[in-house]
């Protein structure tokens, strides 16, 4: 599965073709038990390379991106506690290659299981390790299919959920799968721990971000549900939920109004048509890449404004193509970026045989006139809390944030 919308789109297919089989079906939901990591060095390669194969144009060629891509999987270097530590098998989830990897060396499990015929797979479902199953074949011998896709790789294991009551359903990926009226119906699922932080509208973000978040998210729930009672009370809570985050609810409804006569179907598009994109003007971009701020608002305006002064040097406009140029903004550096860092630093060993709180010079301005010495306790003005000063501090020492008090 690409995304929550193929799998809607293939249950959509499974309603219309196997409708007199869905009384008698028992939904169940797999899960890979810890994939990426469980995931053989040379199950994977072997994989790639029997897809790598199979390519109109072998270029790149297989054997340089499969040198890559063991690179990747040899040099996994992570620390814990000052020590570095290397994996050996499988691979981490934080590479930009490790999904499509872990899909690719998945792919050969999901055709074994999709040929036997010694049980009727209706419909196999796999997103990344989470994976959909109508089961028609009753209990007993739903037990015996998982004893043997247990068995059919020593490292990959899978463990099942299924639904007792068709009513109540089961879980998979941000939906709820329920049978009723002889038709498998999808509605929103949350996880109990999601508290709905939805982007605050007074954050520091183009207008446009803030605005185009509720139909996104409205558009999503009509996709989601398939009966109108489902669609209608996910809209009540989800605008109460933007209006605790402090947008206006006359605009959040409005926005979500929008999409009430909307067609499902149409949300959910055909993952099996392949539309032919034009392909875009030669020439490349220049993008004008800023970090955002309020007071840019009007950057776009400027640059155009003065795009044709490009055409005063007849080298630099055969060089510069100016309708190639736009205006894009990143995410300005917040506090949280200069104090949280990837990797902790442990306090020095010999820091703890030192007496604890401020260590003043008494040279530097910052000593003779702000810290006082040997201070171990700092006590809020507002709170009233006081905070104790764990390790030795002196004017020397970088990423220190004083208080004045």
């Given at each position: 599965?690409?995304?929550?919308?193929?799998?809607?789109?293939?249950?959509?297919?499974?309603?219309?073709t196997?409708?007199?089989?869905?009384?008698?079906?028992?939904l169940?939901?797999?899960?890979?038990?810890?994939?990426?990591?469980?995931?053989?060095?040379?199950?994977?390669?072997?994989a790639c390379?029997d897809?790598?194969?199979?390519?109109?144009?072998?270029?790149?060629?297989?054997t340089s991106?499969?040198?890559?891509?063991?690179?990747?999987?040899?040099?996994?270097?992570?620390?814990?506690?000052n020590?570095?530590?290397?994996?050996?098998?499988?691979?981490a989830?934080?590479?930009h290659?490790?999904?499509?990897?872990?899909?690719i060396?998945?792919?050969?499990?999901?055709?074994i299981?999709?040929?036997?015929?010694?049980?009727?797979i209706a419909?196999?479902?796999r997103?990344k390790?989470?994976?959909?199953?109508?089961w028609?074949?009753?209990?007993?011998?739903l037990?015996?299919?998982?004893?043997?896709i247990?068995?059919?790789?020593?490292?990959?294991?899978?463990t099942?959920?299924?639904?007792?009551?068709?009513l109540?359903?089961?879980?998979?990926l941000?939906?709820?799968?329920?049978?009723?009226?002889?038709?498998?119906?999808?509605?929103?699922?949350?996880?109990?721990s999601?508290?709905?932080?939805?982007?605050?509208p007074?954050s520091?973000?183009?207008?446009?971000?803030?605005?185009?978040?509720?139909?996104g998210?409205?558009?999503r729930?009509?996709?989601?549900c398939?009966e109108?009672?489902?669609y209608f009370?996910?809209?009540i809570?989800h605008?109460?939920?933007?209006?605790?985050?402090?947008?206006?609810?006359?605009?959040i409804?409005?926005?979500?109004?929008k999409c009430?006569?909307?067609?499902?179907l149409?949300?959910i598009?055909?993952?099996e048509?392949?539309f032919?994109?034009?392909?875009?003007?030669?020439?490349?971009r220049?993008?004008?890449?800023?970090d955002?701020?309020?007071?840019y608002?009007?950057?776009?305006?400027?640059v155009?404004?003065?795009?044709?002064?490009?055409?005063?040097?007849?080298?630099l406009?055969?060089?510069?193509?100016?309708?190639?140029?736009?205006?894009?903004f990143?995410k300005?550096?917040?506090?949280?970026?200069?104090?949280?860092?990837?990797?902790y630093?442990r306090?020095d060993?010999?820091?703890?045989s030192?007496a604890?709180?401020?260590?003043?010079c008494?040279?530097?301005n910052?000593?003779?006139?702000?810290?006082?010495d040997?201070?171990v306790?700092?006590?809020?003005?507002?709170?009233?809390?006081?905070?104790?000063?764990c390790?030795?501090v002196?004017?020397?020492?970088?990423?220190?944030?004083?208080?004045?008090?």
């Open positions: 599965l690409k995304d929550s919308s193929e799998f809607l789109f293939q249950l959509h297919k499974f309603n219309l196997q409708q007199e089989k869905i009384d008698n079906i028992i169940v939901s797999w899960d890979v038990v810890a994939m990426f990591p469980s995931i053989d060095n040379a199950m994977g390669l072997e390379q897809l790598l194969e199979k390519r109109d144009v072998l270029f790149p060629s297989t991106i499969l040198d890559a891509t063991r690179i990747t999987l040899e040099n996994n270097i992570s620390y814990f506690n020590v570095a530590y290397v994996q050996n098998n499988g691979t989830m934080g590479p290659n490790a999904c499509s990897y872990a899909d060396a998945m792919h050969p499990i999901d055709q299981i999709n040929n036997n015929k010694d049980y009727e419909l196999w479902c997103f390790d989470d994976i959909f199953c109508p028609i074949m009753g209990l007993e011998k037990h015996e299919f998982h004893a043997w247990n068995s059919l790789h020593p490292k990959i294991k899978f099942m959920n299924y639904a007792e009551d068709p109540e359903g089961i879980e998979y941000d939906t709820r799968v329920y049978i009723k009226n002889s038709f498998i119906h999808t509605t929103l699922y949350t996880k109990p999601d508290t709905h932080a939805y982007l605050n007074n520091c973000h183009p207008k446009h971000v803030c605005s185009n978040i509720p139909q998210v409205a558009k729930i009509k996709r989601i398939s109108e009672s489902e009370k996910h809209k809570s605008i109460n939920h933007f209006v605790n985050r402090g947008y206006n609810r006359d605009f409804t409005t926005e979500f109004d009430d006569n909307l067609d499902r149409d949300l598009g055909d993952p048509i392949s032919n994109v034009e392909s875009k003007e030669s020439g490349r220049i993008p004008l890449v800023l955002f701020h309020p007071s608002a009007g950057a776009t305006r400027a155009n404004k003065h795009k044709h002064l490009l055409d005063l040097d007849e080298t406009e055969e060089v510069i193509a100016k309708d190639k140029i736009f205006v894009t990143r300005a550096r917040t506090i949280g970026d200069s104090l949280v860092h990837s990797r630093s306090i060993s010999d820091n703890n030192k604890l709180g401020n260590i003043n008494g040279k530097c910052l000593c003779k006139f702000f810290l006082s040997n201070t306790e700092i006590q809020s003005l507002t709170a009233k809390r006081i905070h104790n000063v390790r030795s002196s004017c020397e020492d970088e990423h220190v944030m004083c208080v004045i008090t």
